[in-house]
Structures are given as structure tokens and as C-alpha cells.
């Protein structure tokens, strides 16, 4: 029983993180039909904002220390951050140790600037292009991006550890009136499923309640209608992109502390984000959602060591079984809507 | 000429052209030249563009005539690679059985997964490809780690039965052969400053892919081209006109997997050895690229997208640091440095920024491909003829 | 016996009874007009002889056979054919290559692996695709692309591959939808010279009253999924049930 | 810098005597890629010898590549007489003059493996067959270790392993034509287990996760083995795909299984990341049976300790070398490579540079560049001045035999590199083996032609 539950609670982090970049990369595709491959490099992105913040806050002068010796035996030198001399150093230190939940402030207009310009500059202009064509240019970018990234940071995975106080676990047992210290689950990955939580009911509330969302809504509907009433559509939908890409930016920045950002986990999140959205339906937010969680706790009871030892593998193919199955009994996926990406 | 009109005949004769005598036109530059490290015509290199030549042809039975973007073509070529390395290990070092084992065996395959996939169509036919796809590479990684070698590869060993083979040749593997033709033999031909090389292994999958290009042209050109084109254009009337049109989507799903099988039983022949990430969903992509970046639909196309991909990722990647300042050494120091700096983050380990760029730059500008490229250029000449003589008009170019 | 039998047909999309209980007997040779108001259920009653959509209940027989559960493109090889509201053609092909299509269809039935024939080597199939375009006066537009043909065009190149087929029973949905009056016309005299030089059934489903009048020998009111009447078009002009329903509101 | 020039010089110089634009006969017709006269494959001609230096430069393992290319150019410089000499001054054989190889300039090409077998064959394949390279060495991972050994084997080409830590690449897989300098599973667990004893007690369950793939098997192998003979349990051993990210499914379950040890038999990125999400869920600080819960990472890189930031503190492994040694060979070689480079090289670049030196040292004392010769020259060699202490070529499996360092991830780490400290050096007869219990024929050396 407290497997089930700890394997619950597993699937729906991971569910939380899967739905959010596919919850991205259905916006996109829902109101631009754009099938964007580049989604995954955003959510890279956002988590390298987190990394360069870092770095900002960090750029340090140095001091030369003779009580201490360096790898070849030349006096040391100490980087002393600049932070550290205007505020003192214990403010400097929790200052760093932010510097997960400060990048947020960080990357919201870095993405929205990201996403704006790469919608001026590419996207627009493969709005009448195949869907192939598309995505190998949405690759090609991506690639690019990541060597970029790579370029500047290397290939290494750089820690980007959570705020000291999101350091440990909480024991979510107790809650639940099992024993203490058999449920436990660390407080940073709890915050994560709730930071999604609160981004996917904010995109669903600005696209219910506002009259933005609710053109965008129409436009995802039917387009040409929505054109034709004069509302200017294009200016919206450059909005929708940048929109998603702060989505996909966030989720990067939140994850860096579950694991050190390097600059291929967009390409790692790629594919199984695209079997999400797949599988939820093309172009259907809610099924996005739904898709994620789903596959999220499967794949987490997928990977209990008595399933495992029952069918050896089943966690390494769970994820595209389950698309397999959905997608032949489901054709639209889980809530698709007919018509959509069929040719 | 074979059944193929005018401009099809030009086009198997330029092919043909163009493999019987890649070995000169791949090693343009003296071999003791600076520009010597863009030559592509040694052995493995000439074999790897016509191998993914025939991969990619394969692959634009399917996708290019009727539509249906296969994400998971790459499992074909790596089953196939499988199949290719187990006929090596268990009848001999023959590269017949090994090149039918693998045709045979992809051909199989895609009959199953075709046929499941089929039901569906667009993206969600491509996440069922890729589906089963990563399904097969994850597990070949894995636990059927006994039957694919892991994430190792399947490789050969001294121990192997090889029951209508030697076991080893001077206490060594035995090498893939033709009937005692050794793939890896090579003749050397030195003129002035330049060298070539005349591979077996080179010429024996040239010949197999001029014909797979020869059976994909009559293909195109065939009636079951013609519906499998009215499929991309319009699936619901061909189904309204009384056609079947899943037979033949599945018939050209299958004739596209065994294509690709054949490439992966071509690899094997060249290097017997087949590892897992060959059915990766980037190896997979990787023909999708092939495809496009050549020109989705055109005949050769496809095989100018692989051979422009294979040289990015083999000749880029080996340029490094220490050739470029040589380059530039001509230079004053000061701009030399410029250009290095300018330079360095392309070529050797940032060879895939140069890939990425390539692809967005074709994909930008030339939507149909290299192909589309090359019409342009030509469009360009003839219209300048046709200012000379306007009696016949230009004609313009087909998309 | 009509060629075409609908007996008790009936069709709900999750609560909606989008066709109540359907019969319908269409004579051989004749033009059969099926009209009424949007949301009638005329585009489902046409869905479910073509097979793309399987009736609930009761059965559907042409020619004496069912055509329940079959694909539409067995019912298309019976000789059922289908033009549509919007000409559905193949686009990307060129107008020879289209007609080519259904005369392979004709010829060779729903599938042949003939991979390695080539198109020129199909000496009859070629001759009779030029004869077609002739017969439709396209010939000199035979190696255009179908996408650059204007509407009217499209409209004839349809019917050409529909006839190739030499249906039976042709089910026009809407041939004329948004066309021009004399678009309208030169459809209308254009089916009338197929209906003059074939055996043909023709079954069609019409909005615009001046093509079901100018042509239709029987006409059916359907009205919220059931047929509420059938009759002459001489009798239904001054049906008063018709009129309540259907005609009051769109008077011709 | 060497200037490199990236030919098939052995035919140049041949065309050179033919001359002008004159078609020279065809030099030769063999049934394989052999270069005819010298009766062995790419036969330096001329006064140049090129080697071929195959890493990862794309791809997770970039940066070790990185670093195993600053290593091998350094090697080349010293080999060509070049910089302080380095280890050539520290190393007991003095066959090395910096003179080149006998008496032949250095010079070396380049290429990519990706870490994907597939790709690190083709890169191989040119430069055995383009740039004419005598030997080839590099990689980061058994995989293409295996992979690229077969290849040179086939060709018949000398191949020196980089970083490979499988049982296989010597073992089950070995190859005559193939050697290698850095340790293997079996002696990881071998070292690691006595420490593993001391620190924490043989009343120990231990819990694996493993990664799904040949290295992970061999190491979960060598590690159960080990720790199992001095009386630890091993509750459960779970595979993890290779491709996983996020561990959390994996490392949830843990606490509950009665484990109070969970070892990380994952390298890389991998290793990052389960490590990362082991302390998260707070097995750190954790209490299992009455006992403190300890982690336990059987290999470690200090370029991927790196990566794990501080959740390494105190957590025991091991590794081949590591740049705080204070031997002499050890301390000249981060002398020259911190000077050329600006920080302490990772054990990557130790094994890569080693490799080279003995490779040309082996090529003097033979007096050729023939594989067999090179064979017969490294197989039962012993040499010391390497930064491992005495040292054996061992010739049955052309496994080095060499003390092993067991380390611990630091407390307060003074510097970005200084992450790993010395808790033993392993002798290297306790972590010594029978060449036969892997399986495997190495075959008999192919000079390729």
C-alpha cells in the first residue's frame, strides 16, 4: 500500500512536468498549427536562465590567498562574488542560495523576448508550410539552440541546487496515518507539482476569463472566421508563442534542481512530450494535461521493482505502449477533436 | 530506355555516372593540399552515401509519394542490421544471406507494424511509427541485450558457428565477402598528387543502389505510383473511387522497410557490426532530414539529402583547431585569429551547430529541398539561353 | 424495387437523432431530389449510403444487396458514386493523371500491385482518359495541375471521374453549393446531357430549388431526420406540409 | 601547436618520385587495406607518423572528450620534444627522447564517436583509411571501446582504450590489437568493498540500481560479488534505461525495502542524476535498521562530480586517477597540463596521455610501428612513473594491473576541482584477477596486411 501511494505520488511529478511542456506545445500547435520542435530547447532555455543567474550573481573578483595553495602549488586565488561585497556576505549567501525561485523573475521576459522574436523571425513565415516542414526546421533551431547553450556552458550537467530551505523531504505518511518515515517525498518536487499545478490553471483561467484568451480560443476554433471579423489575429497568436515559451521556460527553470540542467534535456523531453500531446488529442489542452499526469503514473508504476521483475523492460516501453493502445482504440487520442493533423 | 522516358533515362545515367565514378569526383583536391580534408572518397565514407542513398530512396517511397511520415523508420534498418549480423555469425561470412536475411526479416517487420499503424493517419500515424520504434530500440538496449549485444552492439565473435564458413582466418574473424570478393579489399590508384581508392565493398553497393534507384523510379512511374501519389493528394476520393487505399499504403510502407533493411544489411556487409542506437529516434529523424533537406518527392533527391548529411557528420567533425590555424596561416597573425575565432565554433565538435544551420537555412530558403536548389541555379542559366534564343519558350522547372 | 432501398434507417449521435426512421425507394433511371432545411439529416442519410457512416438501424440495399458495413470503396465498385459539395479531386495531379484513376479503378479493381507497369505502357487506360477529357472538352487542359482549374472545371472533372466508373447510382451532394447562377445552369445542363446519354440513377441532395425543379423527377422532403413527404415536384411545389417546413422560410 | 597535415603520405611520396601529372602505376592490388611493402597497415613513410585520437565531442561525455583532446595534444607536444616532457621524464622506461616515435614527427587527427559505436567505427574507419592514422585511441565509454577495438582488430590497427571501465573491453570482448591502461568493474568492487567493510560495518543490505546496459551489468556484478563476500545482503538490483532522467521513480521505493545501502551503478549523466535525486529524497540523512543509510557510487568522474554539486560529500567510490596524488609521475603530469591548460586534468586525460606514451615507448623499445611488434612490446610490460604506481601489461588480456584509488566526495572542497578526496589507495595485487574468468579469446594480433 505505501508503495502504491509513494509510486502515486512519484507519477504525478512526473506527470506534472510532462504536462507542463506539453501543455506549451499544445498551445502553440492548437492556435498557430505549428508543430514545434524547438519546445524542447525552450524548456532548455529556461533552465539555463537559471544557470546564467546564477553565473550574474556569482561574477566574482578575485583575492589572492597565501595561507592557501592551488592545484599546482601557486597561491591560491579566492573568487569573491561582487554581491558579496555590497550586501555582506550572509545576505550574498541567501541571496545564491535563491537563486532557483529568483531566476522565475529572470527568465519571464527573457522567454517572452525568446519566444516574440522567434515567432517574428521563423515561425511566421511556416504558418502555410507541411507540417514536415516544420518540424525540421523547429529541429534544425533546436539544434542550434543546444549548441549554443553548449558552447557557452559546456556539455557537463552544472548544479543548480534548490533553496536550502526545500532541502529534505516531507513526510507525507503522516498525513495519511501511515508510519512515519515510509512516505516521504522531498519538499523541492512537491513544489514543483504545485508551481505546475498553478501554471496550468493560470493558462486555462487567462484563456476562460479574458477577452484575449477567449479570441485566441475563437482563433484556435476557426481561424479564418476570427480573421475576417477584423480582429488582428497575428498580433495574438505572436503573444500565444511568446506565452508558451515562457510556459516551457518556467518548467525549465523549477526543474533544474531535480536534475543538473545540461544542454540536451530539451532533447530528452522532446519526443516524450510529443507522444504526450499525441496522445491527449492534438490541439486539446485539457487532454495535454490529462496525457501528462496519465503517462506520468504509468510510467512510475511501470518502474516498481515487482512489476520490473514480472515483465523485464515494461519501464523502458511503458510510455510508448500506452500510446499505442490509446491511440488505436482513441484515434483522436484522449481528447482530441476530429479533423485535426489527420493528413 | 528499361521502360523509363526521356527525362527519367538522363537522370539513371547521371546516377549511375556519378557512383561509378565518385571515387574521382569525391577526392577533388591533391592529397597533400590544405583543402585534401574535404575530400570524401575514401572507402567507408562512399559506402555510407550510397547506403543512406538507399535508406533515403527507400523512404521516399513512402513519405514523398504518399504523405505518411514515418517516424520510426530507423527500427527497419537496425532489425535488419540484426538480421544481417546473426546470418554472418551463424552460416558464414557470404554477404548474400546476410543481405536477404536483413531484407527479409524488415520486410516482415514492417508487414506487422505497417499494418497496426496504417489504421491511422498524419501525426498520429507518425507517433505510432516512433512509438514502435523507440519500443524496439529501448528493448534492444536492454533486456534482449543476449539477442542485439546491448548497448554494444551485436559484434563477432571467434566462437561463432559459422557452419558454411571458416572460424577464423590466422586466429582472426573472417571478413565479409562476395564469394570470396572481400568487401574491404581496395585498389589504390595514384595520379600526380591525387590518390583514389576503388573499393569492393564501394562498388558492390553502388551497383545495389543504382538499382534500388532504378526500382524506385519505375515505381514512381508505375500505376501503384500514381495511387500512392493520389493518396497524399486526396485520400478520401481515391476511397470514393473505388480504391482500396490501405493495400497500398501498407505495400508501400513494406517496400520502404525492406528498403531500409537492405541498407542495414548493406552496413553489416561493409562493417559487421549492429548496435542498438541505429533504431534511435534521432537515426530515425535522421532520414526524415535526408529526405527533405534533398527534395520529399523528388527521385534524387533523397540521395543528395544523405550524402550532404554523411558529409557534414564525417568530414566537419574531423576538422579541428590545429587544421584551421593552418588555413589561415597565410594570414597576418591578427586577422588569421580572427577567422579561427570566427570559424572554430562550427567545424570539429560543433559540427551539429553547422548541421542545424544548413537544415534551417534549405529549409528557409528552398523549400523543395537541395533539388529545388539545383533547378534555381539551372532556371537561371536556361533563362539567360532563352534570351539568346526565344523561339523555345523556358520551361519552368516542375515544383 | 427501386435500385436503391433504405428501409428504417436511423442514426443518433450521442443524444441527437440526427435520422429518424428513414425509407426511401429510388427508382432506377430516374433523378431522385432529397431536399429540406439545414439539419435535416440529408448529408447523414447521404454519409450512410456511402458508406462512411454505419446506420444504427435498418438496412440500406442497392441493387438487392446490403450495402451495411461495407467500405466505401466496395460500394463505389458496386456502382455507387459520389460527387461532393466540394469538387474532391487530386489536386497535385494533373487532370489527365486524374481521370486515369478511376479508369484503373474500373478496370483493375480496389487494389493491384502494379508496381513495376509503367503509366505510358497502359496504352488503353491512356486512350480512354483522352477520349473522357475529350468527351468533357478538357482535352487541351490534360497536362494541367487539377489545382489551377477554375471551379466550373473542377466541378466537371469530378463528374468525368465519377462517369469513367459508368456507375449506376450517381449521389450528388450539393453540386452546386455557392456556384454562380450561371455556373448553376451550365451543372444542371451538364448532368441533363449525362442523364440523356446513359442508363444513370441519379440521387440528389440540393438546397437550391431551381436545380431540384429544373431537374428531379421525384423529390423527398426530409425534415428533422424523417421524411415528411414524397412526391412529383409538381406536387410538391404546392404541398402545403412542404411549404410549412421547408419552402415558407427559403422561397424560391 | 603541431601542425598537422592529414594525408596519406605513404603514397605522396611515392607519386613524387613517378612525378608531374604522369599516372604512376597502381602501387599495389591487395586484398585488404594494407599498405604492401612495409607488411603492415599505414607504415609511416616519410618522417611523420599519425595517430588517430577518437573522442566524444559531441553528445553527454563533450566535455571528457574535451579533456581527453587537451591530454592527447599534450602527449604529442612532449612526444615531439616539445613543453616540460611531463611524465617521459617520470617514466622508468627511457626510450622516449622526444624525438617523435622513431625518430618521426607526431602528428595526429581528430574525429567524433558521439559515444555511439555506430559513429565512433565511421570516424575510426577514416582515419584509418583517409588520414592513414598507425593507431587510434580514445573514447569514453565501453561501449564504443568495444566497438572500436573489434574494428582495429579487423583492420589491424593498434587500438589504446580511454576511458572504459567494463569487464568486457578486456575481458569477454578483448581483442589481440586492443589495450588498456584504465581499471576495470571487477576491480572497482575489489577496492571499493574492504573500505565499504571499515566505513560501514558487514552487516549491511544493499539496494542497486543499475543501469540497463553492458557496463552497469559487469559493475553491479563486480560490486554484489565483492561486497556479498564480506557479508553484506543484496536486497534488490533494479536496471534503469539508460536514456532516464529523472530517477525519482526509481529511488522512491528505496527506504521501505529494508535496504540501509543503495549503490549507483551509473556513470555520466546518469550518475548525476540518480545521485541528485538520492539525496533528495533524504536517504542522505536517513536512518535504516538501526543504522546510518549511505550511498555508494562504484565509479566516479570528477568532471560529473562536478555536475552532482554537493550532494557527493562524503560518498565513497572509485576512480583510476586523480589529480591530488603526490607521486612524482603525478605531480609532473598536472604540472604540465595545469600550466598548458589552467586546471588539474580529470582521470580521462590521465589514461588518454598515459595510453599515447606507452604506445610510442612500445613502438621504440620495438623498434617498429607493426602491430604485432607493439603487441609483443606492451604485453607483460611493467613500468612505473605513471601516477598508479608499479605497473603491469598484463599479456593474456592486455589489462593494466595497477593500484586503484578508493575516494570519497570532499566535505569542503577548497576549489572547483577539488571534489574527490584520497581515502586508499588499492595495491594493485588485491585487485588482481585470473585472466580466464571473463571468457573471451583475444586471437592473435593482425598487423592488416
Redesign the interface.
Known sequence: MEAIVLQLLSGLDGGSAYALIALGLTLIFGTLGVVNFAHGALFMIGAFCTVTLQRILTLSHTVIDDTQKDFLGNPLKVQVPYIQDWVGESAAASIIDWSVPLAILFAIPVMLLIGIIMERGLIKHFYKRPHADQILVTFGLAIVLQEIIKYFFGANPIPAPAPDAFKGSFDFGVLLGFDPNVIIYPYWRLVYFAFAAIIIAGVFAFLQFTTFGMVVRAGMADRETVGLLGIDIDKRFTMMFGLAAVVAGLAGVMYTPINSPNYHMGMDFLVISFVVVVVGGMGSLPGAVLAGFVLGILQSFASMREVIEFLPGINQVVIYLAAIVILLTRPRGLLGKRGVMED | MF???AKNTRLLFLVIFLVAFAPFLMNPFP??SAM??F?AG????MQ?FVIFGIFAIGFNIL?GLT?Y?SFGHAAFLGVGSYAGVWMFKLLGMNIIPAIAASVVVAGLLSVVIGF?CL??????FS??T???A??MF??A?????PITG????L?????DPRIFGAG?V????P?PGFFGL?M??????????W?F?FNTGYYFCAIIMVLAFYASI??F???????L??I??????????????R??TL?AFV?SGMYAGLAGGLMVAM?P?A?A??MF?TAS?EV??MT??GG?GTMIGPVLGAGAIKYM??IV??I?K??L??WFSFMPDGMSDIFVTLIY?FI??????T??????LV??FL?GGLVEGGQRIKSIFSRKKTEDTPADGAKTPAE | MGILEIKNVGKRFGGLQALGDVNLSIEENTVHAIIGPNGAGKSTLLNCLVGKLIPDTGSVTFQGQSLLGRKPHEINQMGVSRVFQTPEIFADLTVLENIMIPCFAHRDGAFKMNAFATLRGQSDITTQAEQILDDVNMLEKSHMHAASLSRGDKRRLEMAMCLVQEPKLLLLDEPTAGMARADTNNTIDLLKEIKEKRDITMAIIEHDMHVVFSMAERITVLAQGTPLVEDTPENIKGHPKVREAYLGEAQV | MSKSNFTRRGLLKTSAVAGGAALAAPRFFSPSWADGHAGYLNAPQGDTVTLGFNVPQSGPYADEGADELRAYELAVEHLNGGGDGGMMNTFSSKALTGNGILGKKVEYVTGDTQTKPDAARASAKSMIEKDGAIMITGGSSSGVAVAVQALCQEAGIIFMAGLTHSNDTTGKDKKANGFRHFFNSYMSGAALAPILGNAYGTNRKAYHLTADYNWGYTTEEAVRTSTEAMGWETVAAVKTPLAQTDFKDYVAPVLQSGADVLVLNHYGGNMVNSLTSAVQFGLREAQANGQDFQIVVPLYSRLMAKGAGENVKGIFGSTNWHWSLTDEGSKAFVKSFGEKYGFPPSQAAHTCYVQTLLYADAAERAGTFNPCGIGEALEGFEFDGMGNGPTLYRAEDHQCFKDVLVVKGKENPSSEFDLLEIVEVTPAAQVTYDASIFGGELGTCNPGA
Do not use: C
Not at chain 2, 155 to 159: A, C, G, I, K, Q
Not at chain 2, 184 to 191: D, F, I, N
Not at chain 2, 355 to 360: A, E, K, S
Open positions: 521502360g523509363l522516358n592529397t597533400d585534401a580534408q575530400n575514401y572507402p567507408d565514407l555510407r513519405f504523405g511520415l497496426v489504421r491511422r493517419s498524419g501525426i498520429y507517433i505510432l516512433l512509438a514502435f523507440q519500443m529501448s528493448l538496449a536492454s533486456v534482449l541485450t546491448g548497448e554494444t552492439g559484434t563477432l565473435s571467434l566462437n577464423a590466422d586466429g582472426n574473424i571478413v572481400e574491404r579489399s581496395t585498389y589504390e590508384m595514384v595520379m600526380g598528387g590518390s581508392s519505375r515505381i512511374q508505375s500505376p501503384f505510383g500514381l495511387m501519389r493520389a497524399k493528394t486526396n485520400q478520401t476520393r481515391l476511397n470514393y473511387t473505388g480504391l482500396n487505399s493495400p497500398y505495400a517496400i562493417d557490426l548496435g542506437e541505429r529516434w529523424g526524415v532530414i527533405i533537406l520529399a557528420e564525417n567533425s574531423k579541428n590545429g587544421i590555424e593552418q565554433p570539429g565538435k560543433g559540427w551539429h551547430l548541421l542545424g544551420v544548413v537544415f534551417m529549409i528557409i523549400p
